[in-house]
């Protein structure tokens, strides 16, 4: 059920940096999402940017997303140690009623 | 809004028993939920898509005997491993999608989470 491919793998960066994750995929997509996930806990839901737009904030996060390229990318900006976690894409793609989860982004904020 | 309660957090069993799985969404209905699994360090692999009233997707590869999947009710979906060997030892997610599921693009809840160790 994997269909995204995020990179890099895992991240590693000083609190008040900010922490650029990318996300590929292969097919059309009604919209695509981002994740977090803390360490042996469930998935958060945390934006979702639909195919026709660009651009998307809520609070630190940025998400843009380039249909043309099929990709997207995740900026968290001032990171703080509790951003800690892995950050997974999931794309809802044309057709299909589930999402399909990114190899995921192990993001370490080092206090 | 929107909580998935997945129970229990952390069950350990035997070679050979059956572990039931619950996924409760608390304060939504939830036509739809979905099981995966995830091995450490590696992203979510979709086990089943279960639909309230009936039968469950598979997704291929899974075993429809092995993991049983009920969807009894609009809050309710269980996930039964049965006959349980080591190599079932996992981390097992469900997850839900409201009723307006379509409208707000599908995004899922998750519940917290299963460990299953089978000895």
């Known amino acids: 059920s994997q269909q995204g491919e995020e990179d890099p793998q895992a991240l590693s960066i000083q609190e008040g940096e900010n922490a650029t994750m990318n996300c590929s995929y292969k097919?059309?997509?009604?919209?695509l999402q981002w994740y977090r996930q803390n360490s042996g806990r469930g998935l958060v839901h945390l934006i979702l940017?639909?195919?026709?737009?660009r651009e998307k904030h809520s609070g630190r996060l940025r998400v843009t997303l380039d249909t043309s390229k099929k990709s997207s990318s995740l900026l968290i900006t001032a990171s703080r140690a509790a951003d800690t976690a892995s950050y997974f894409c999931?794309?809802?793609?044309?057709?299909?009623?589930?999402?399909?989860f990114g190899t995921g982004t192990r993001l370490t904020v080092i206090p | 809004g929107a909580v998935v309660s997945q129970h229990p957090s952390w069950v350990i069993c035997k070679s050979g028993t059956s572990v039931k799985i619950e996924c409760r969404s608390l304060?939504?209905?939830?036509?739809?939920m979905f099981w995966y699994r995830q091995f450490p360090k590696q992203s979510l692999m979709l086990m089943a898509t279960?639909?309230?009233?009936?039968?469950?997707?598979?997704e291929q590869g899974v075993e429809k005997d092995k993991f049983l999947i009920n969807h009894a009710s609009l809050t309710l979906s269980t996930l039964t491993v049965t006959s349980a060997h080591p190599e079932d030892s996992s981390f097992y997610i469900c997850?839900?999608?409201?009723?307006?599921?379509?409208?707000?693009?599908?995004?899922?809840?998750f519940g917290a989470g299963t460990r299953l160790s089978v000895l």
């Open positions: 999931a794309t809802d793609r044309t057709g299909a009623n589930n999402l399909f």
């Open positions: 940017i639909r195919s026709n737009e």
């Open positions: 997850s839900a999608q409201t009723l307006a599921g379509d409208l707000k693009g599908n995004i899922q809840y």
């Open positions: 304060d939504f209905q939830a036509t739809t």
């Open positions: 097919t059309s997509i009604n919209n």
């Open positions: 279960s639909n309230e009233g009936s039968k469950a997707t598979y």
